[in-house]
């Protein structure tokens, strides 16, 4: 709750108009009340109980077909636009460049002084490119647009026909990877992601704790974040025969320090079998997937 004022308040200044839903993942800090008293014309959808970032971001682009949207743009609640033509300057991007799937605006921290760290990486990855923004931003010759191999989800603008033709975010994801998989889903798919430098939002997530992901990234989300990668041809039957190899090998080696590591993930995979081949062959499958 401590950040809705500044959120909403800057969707309301939007140069843009904006229908504001939020998605109460049942919190327990008297959100629904206040939102119901001091912004009555949100569409509030309060849950019963805490379906994690996938589901819940899923609920709202469902909402934005079914009632005749144009573009979905998620923002995160600790999050809030800086500029009054952030949305209008990302659509207008997104009627001239219509294959990108995802286009999001610079993030920053809460300061509003520093790029988060994770985007400067995006940027880097593209240095040696005609995309090189650190060069551009030297030479003075900043572009609108910056495509990239990844956007944080903290916000996203995606036209509509990204929703009907990728779907929303795979629920086999709770929370983290949730937007690592659905940008596989999108480049699989031959689409972009990009970034306009040129308008922000500010994310204040600068003075969390170092580890306050930890809980959250542990080695079975990289397993399944790298296993549910579509672009990649993977027999997960194939891979679970091999697992089994490798630990009987192990076993009869008596090497117990590989034994140790190999065993829990061949469970793991065996564990979610299923449910990786189902969402494997949904997402290649172009439609509202998820939703």
């Known amino acids: 709750m401590q950040w809705y004022d500044r959120c909403f308040g800057s969707l309301q200044q939007s140069d843009v108009s904006v229908e504001i839903v ?9 959100t629904v009340a206040y939102i119901k008293q001091h912004y009555p014309a949100i569409h509030l959808i309060a849950s019963n109980e805490n379906l994690g970032f996938a589901k819940a971001n899923n609920i709202g682009m469902r909402y934005a077909l079914d009632n005749g949207a144009d573009y979905v743009f998620l923002l995160n609640q600790d999050a809030w636009i800086n500029e009054k033509n952030t949305i ?9 460049h219509t ?9 920053l921290y809460g300061s509003a002084n520093r790029i988060e760290k994770e985007v400067v990486s995006y940027f880097a990855r593209t240095a040696i490119t005609s995309q090189d923004f650190v060069s551009d931003t030297y030479f003075n010759r900043v572009k609108d647009l910056y ?12 036209p509509i026909k990204t ?6 975010f795979d629920p086999i994801f709770y929370h983290y990877c949730e937007d690592d998989n659905y940008i596989q889903r ?4 031959g689409l972009k992601i990009g970034i306009s430098p040129k308008v922000s939002i500010s994310h204040d997530i600068e003075d969390r704790v170092a580890n306050y992901r930890d809980g959250n990234l542990d080695w079975k989300k990289y397993i399944l974040l790298n296993l549910a990668d579509i672009r990649v041809n993977y027999d997960i039957n194939k891979i679970l025969r091999k697992k089994f190899k490798t630990i009987i090998l192990q076993a009869l080696r008596f090497n117990k320090k590989l034994l140790k590591k190999s065993y829990p993930e061949y469970k793991y995979i065996k564990q979610i079998h299923s449910e990786l081949i189902n969402s494997r062959n949904k997402n290649k499958i172009r439609q509202a997937n998820w939703l």
Not at 22 to 30: E, F, L, P
Not at 147 to 155: I, R, T
């Open 147 to 158: 495509e990239v191999p990844y956007a944080c989800a903290v916000c996203w603008l995606m």
């Open 88 to 96: 209008s300057s990302l659509i207008k991007l997104s009627k001239t």
């Open 186 to 189: 999108v480049l699989y798919f």
């Open 163 to 168: 929703i009907k033709e990728i779907g929303g």
């Open 22 to 30: 939020v998605i109460d993942n049942a919190s327990s800090d008297g």
């Open 99 to 107: 294959d990108y799937a995802i286009l999001s605006p610079l993030q």
